[in-house]
């Protein structure tokens, strides 16, 4: 079940809210674990055993891990590591190790054809962070098996993250209120995400489909490959953004608040400050837990780097192509890293953003192509290397027919609401601060309506991170 469905919206979202809101507070946390996991089973029946399997044990890993003695906690946190690690690295790369095992020695190994757990890639690793964080004592072990199984299997974030750490969220699992701002800002957050989603995300899907899709990059022209991929980079950001508002939305009217997932990217001045807006819990997540453990020894920074990378990669998929863009932004930040912050400044801003652009576009599309003979062709028509024109008749009619789409797209990758918002809060005058709420309502009003209308017309897309 998509948050961008109408069911989900209009039925799902509805009833939970009101079955949690008429319930006794000592009932809440029941009510948000049934229909969590009514959510979860809605999307994946066949492997809900593996989800509440994955509670239990990681439950009792924790509780071993704060509460053991002796070589307890060591084990639990081991135990854990390896279950988990175990499993997201069982079901979802075995087959790809095998394949290109076969490919290599000439050998006919089976190839397991498994069905991926939906959101397996975010609750361990939400899983991996609550068992470090005991064992470094940064948290205490979860005592009752219910909020422990409410904080895994929290709707809001199962599926598709963010990977919400347990810190974050560990008084609120147990005691939490919501305020009139709470409901009227989490609502105002779904409906942005819902927009971003259907309104913006989906309509340039269907320009990359026209510009990057099977059949389309034999003579694909230079002018064409570089919109193609520079609309998959706007169109991944507004999809999994507005996943992450939706989330964050619905988490706030629960009463729980959530960090943030993305800072506005697209203004970064360098890759650095890309990664450190784009995908936050994920770019921390490696941060903490892999980057800052001196595996390679303290003077081998590089090394920690490349490893973060190549996990990154391999997070995204079993793929040569996220294992190379993996590597391709890990060569980069090394090189940033190299040239040091001073230098990096003393650089004129304009070139800066030149740069940063091109190879994070760049970046897009070994991301897009999972075959890499797609990447190949795609990768030669942006540099003059193709067999197609400079530009083309359907560039220009498309650019023509979506630059309003565009520009929106481009207008809302900056700051602008959040900068209204806060110029509204700076009001004193109750007549015009009511004033312009009034209308801030009527705009969400008006945004939720033609989403609906949108999806009602249209197929809605899957959220992309769904696959991940």
């Not at 095992?101 to 890639?121: C, D, E, Q, R």
């Not at 895994?152 to 305020?179: N, W």
């Not at 994070?360 to 003979?373: A, K, P, Q």
Request: charged share 15%.
């Amino acid at each position: 079940m998509a948050f961008s469905n109408l069911f989900f919206m209009f039925l799902f979202l509805p009833i939970c809210v009101g079955m949690y809101f008429i319930a006794n507070p000592k009932y809440r946390n029941a009510v948000l674990i049934v229909f969590s996991l009514i959510f979860y089973a809605w999307g994946d029946a066949v492997y809900i055993w593996l989800l509440l399997a994955c509670c239990c044990l990681n439950f009792l890993f924790g509780k071993m891990i704060s509460f053991g003695k002796g070589s307890a906690p060591k084990f639990g946190l081991w135990a854990g590591l390896i279950i988990n690690i175990g499993l997201l690295a069982g079901i979802k790369y075995t087959g790809f190790f095998i394949e290109n095992i076969n490919a290599v020695f000439n050998t006919n190994m089976i190839v397991p054809k498994y069905h991926l757990p939906l959101g397996l890639s975010f609750f361990t690793f939400r899983a991996i962070s609550y068992l470090v964080d005991c064992y470094w004592g940064k948290v205490k072990a979860e005592r009752s098996l219910s909020t422990f199984l409410l904080y895994m299997t929290l709707f809001p974030i199962t599926t598709q993250g963010p990977i919400v750490r347990y810190e974050t969220v560990a008084l609120e699992l147990h005691s939490r209120t919501t305020t009139a701002v709470d409901f009227s800002e989490g609502l105002g957050r779904i409906v942005i995400g819902l927009a971003k989603k259907v309104l913006i995300a989906d309509q340039l899907g269907s320009i990359v489909d026209q510009f990057l899709g099977s059949g389309s990059l034999e003579h694909q022209s230079v002018l064409g490959a570089w919109y193609g991929v520079i609309m998959y980079a706007l169109q991944i950001y507004f999809d999994f953004s507005g996943y992450s508002d939706m989330a964050i939305g619905i988490g706030r009217i629960f009463g729980f608040k959530f960090n943030e997932n993305f800072r506005y990217p697209f203004m970064c001045k360098d890759v650095t400050e890309f990664w450190q807006r784009w995908h936050i819990s994920l770019g921390t997540f490696f941060r903490d837990y892999v980057l800052y453990i001196p595996i390679f020894g303290k003077r081998r920074k590089f090394g920690g780097l490349f490893l973060v990378w190549i996990l990154t990669g391999l997070w995204h998929g079993a793929s040569w192509n996220f294992l190379i863009w993996g590597l391709y932004y890990g060569v980069l930040l090394a090189i940033e890293m190299i040239i040091g912050k001073k230098t990096m400044k003393k650089i004129p801003i304009a070139i800066r953003h030149i740069y940063n652009k091109i190879v994070i576009v760049i970046g897009f599309c070994i991301f897009y192509f999972t075959d890499l003979s797609e990447l190949g062709q795609c990768l030669k028509s942006m540099f003059f290397m193709g067999s197609g024109s400079f530009t083309d008749s359907l560039l220009i009619s498309s650019f023509k027919s979506n630059v309003f789409l565009i520009i929106a797209a481009v207008i809302c990758c900056f700051p602008i609401l959040e900068n209204i918002k806060k110029r509204v809060l700076t009001i004193k005058d109750k007549s015009t601060f009511a004033v312009v709420q009034n209308v801030g309502t009527l705009i969400c009003m008006a945004l939720l309506i033609i989403s609906g209308i949108f999806l009602v017309n249209a197929t809605s897309r899957p959220f992309l991170y769904l696959q991940f």
